[in-house]
C-alpha cells in the first residue's frame, strides 16, 4: 500500500511538473491574439483629362467617370488620395479629391498551444475581433460615401465637350505637383506618387516645364504614340486608360507579374 501511495504521488508530481512547464513553454514564441498594424505605403493619384480640341486624334475611347473605379479600389486597399483636374485652356484650377484611410486589418486568431492559455487567449481574441467588426462596418460605409461623391463631383467635368483651342499642360503638372507633395501625418509613413495623364501633350500655351520633386512615377495614356512636351518627365507611356490602371495596381499589390506596359 506504502508502495502504491509513494508511486501516485510521484506521478501526480510528475503530472504538475509537466503542466507548469507546458505554461512556460508550448506557448514560447507564440504572441498572444492582437491586433495587425498595417506598414504599407499609402498611394496618391493625381489624374488629369484632356478636354481640349485635340482629343479626337489622341485615337483613346471616350472615358467615363466610373471608368476610374479601379484606382478607387486601389487606394481603398492601401489608403491614400485621389485628385482629379481637366486640361484646357487654364488648367491650375482646384482639383476634386477624395481621400480614404488604409481599412481596418483582422487581428490574427490565437494558435492552439496550452490549453490552459486557450481560453484567456480566445476571450482576447473575440474582444478584438468584435472591435474590427465595428470599425470595419463604419470604414466600409465611410469609403463608399466618399467615392460616390468624388465620383459624383467629377462626372460634370469628364462629360465637358473636348473643346478648348489652347492646351495648357504644364499648368496642370504644376497643380498635380503640389497635390503630390503632401503630407499627411495621418496616413501610412510612406506613400506612393502617380501622375496620371490622358493627353497627347502637346503644350500650346506657353507653360514653362515643371521638376517633379515629389519623384512621382509620370504615366502618359494615349494612342496615338506621342508625347509633346512631357518628354522631360520620362513617362511610361500607354495604349488606354484600363490597362494604365492595372499597371498601377499591380505595381502596388504585388502583381507585376500581370502588369502591361511599355516605356
Not at 500500500?1 to 512547464?21: S, T
Not at 478607387?72 to 486597399?77: K, P, R
Not at 461623391?149 to 473643346?163: G, M, N, T, Y
Not at 489652347?166 to 503640389?178: K, Y
Request: some cysteine.
Amino acid at each position: 500500500m506504502f508502495h502504491q501511495l509513494r508511486f501516485f504521488l510521484l506521478a501526480l508530481a510528475l503530472l504538475v511538473l509537466f503542466l507548469a512547464q507546458a505554461c512556460v513553454g508550448t506557448n514560447r514564441g507564440e504572441p498572444p491574439a492582437k491586433a495587425v498594424t498595417k506598414n504599407g505605403p499609402a498611394v496618391k493619384v493625381a489624374l488629369f483629362l484632356d478636354r481640349t480640341g485635340s482629343w479626337s486624334e489622341m485615337r483613346i475611347k471616350p472615358v467615363a467617370a466610373e471608368d476610374i473605379k479601379p484606382l478607387l479600389d486601389l487606394i481603398a486597399q492601401t489608403g491614400g488620395e485621389i485628385a482629379f483636374g481637366i486640361i484646357r485652356e487654364q488648367s491650375n484650377r482646384p482639383l476634386v479629391r477624395a481621400r480614404i484611410d488604409p481599412p481596418p486589418v483582422k487581428p490574427e486568431e490565437p494558435k492552439k498551444g496550452n490549453p490552459l492559455k486557450d481560453v484567456e487567449e480566445r476571450a482576447k481574441y473575440q474582444t478584438l475581433r468584435a472591435k474590427y467588426d465595428d470599425d470595419k462596418r463604419q470604414w466600409e460605409s465611410d469609403k463608399d460615401q466618399k467615392l460616390q461623391r468624388f465620383l459624383a463631383e467629377i462626372k460634370p467635368l469628364v462629360d465637358q465637350e473636348p473643346d478648348a483651342r489652347v492646351t495648357d499642360i504644364w499648368n496642370a503638372v504644376a497643380r498635380a505637383e503640389l497635390f503630390l507633395l503632401e503630407k499627411d501625418s495621418s496616413a501610412a509613413a510612406s506613400q506612393h506618387s502617380y501622375l496620371v495623364l490622358i493627353t497627347d501633350g502637346l503644350e500650346t500655351a506657353s507653360g514653362k516645364p515643371v521638376v517633379l520633386k515629389s519623384q512621382a512615377k509620370v504615366v502618359l495614356v494615349n494612342g496615338a504614340g506621342k508625347i509633346g512636351a512631357l518628354e522631360p518627365l520620362n513617362p511610361i507611356r500607354f495604349e488606354g486608360l484600363e490597362a494604365a490602371m492595372r499597371w498601377i495596381s499591380a505595381t502596388e499589390l504585388g502583381e507585376k507579374k500581370n502588369a502591361e506596359y511599355t516605356h
